[in-house]
């Protein structure tokens, strides 16, 4: 899931609003694309098998991109913190390539993969979309800011434990000892890592909506 971060640029230089722009209109579109995929599948009885045929290529694109959030952290485009981002981000992507790609068998035959990716998306599709607004200058972001700050209560659970059970589904299937001692230790990291960020989101929600 998406930890909360600040994503206004420190200066207001206009090549870097415009290129914040195009980026996170580029990823909301993505975000936005896999969540009407999702819906629109589950809603016509579609299987976890035809989520995965249609959206897995959509979905690592979409979180391939978004490690250039680690950069824009690190060289102060935004103001999100390094650690955090990081840690979003490493864990993200080593699910859609480690696991996701890499064990399609386990990954496109459980319901995880879509519940992990509504999750996902929803998330994605509003926090982008808040950034954008703020970025265009708009300061009437009411509804916005509270969903951006509210609906990780229930999302994140949701995409967390489906992350850590189809990671640990794909130890199953792997025929390499190696790979399997890291992927329980990555899971091991789940409930302190969980939980830290869990706190992380709760304070700058608290911080945030105090200021409304």
């Known amino acids: 899931m998406s930890a909360p971060n600040r994503s206004k640029p420190k200066g207001h230089s206009t090549v870097t609003q415009t290129y914040l722009l195009a980026y996170n209109a580029l990823c909301a579109t993505l975000w936005l694309r ?9 809603v016509s009885s579609g299987t976890s098998s035809d989520i995965y045929k249609s959206l897995e290529p959509w979905t690592r694109f979409a979180q391939t991109l978004a490690a250039a959030e680690v950069l824009h952290a690190a060289f102060g485009i935004t103001r999100s913190p390094v650690f955090t981002t990081f840690t979003q981000s490493f864990a993200r992507t080593v699910q859609v390539w480690a696991v996701n790609y890499a064990f399609a068998e386990t990954t496109s035959s459980s319901y995880a993969y879509p519940a992990m990716i509504l999750a996902w998306s929803t998330a994605d599709v509003i926090r982008y979309t808040y950034f954008i607004v703020i970025l265009a200058g708009q300061s009437n972001v009411g509804l916005l800011r509270w969903l951006r700050y509210s609906l990780f209560v229930v999302l994140y ?24 001692a890291l992927y329980y230790f990555f899971l091991a990291l789940y409930g302190p890592g969980s939980i830290m960020m869990y706190k992380y989101m709760l304070k700058q929600r608290r911080k945030v909506l105090a200021r409304v």
């Open 34 to 42: 896999v969540l009407s995929g999702v819906i629109s599948t589950l």
């Open 157 to 180: 659970p949701v995409g967390i434990s489906s992350e850590w059970w189809l990671m640990y589904k794909s130890i199953s299937i792997t025929n390499s000892n190696a790979l399997a």
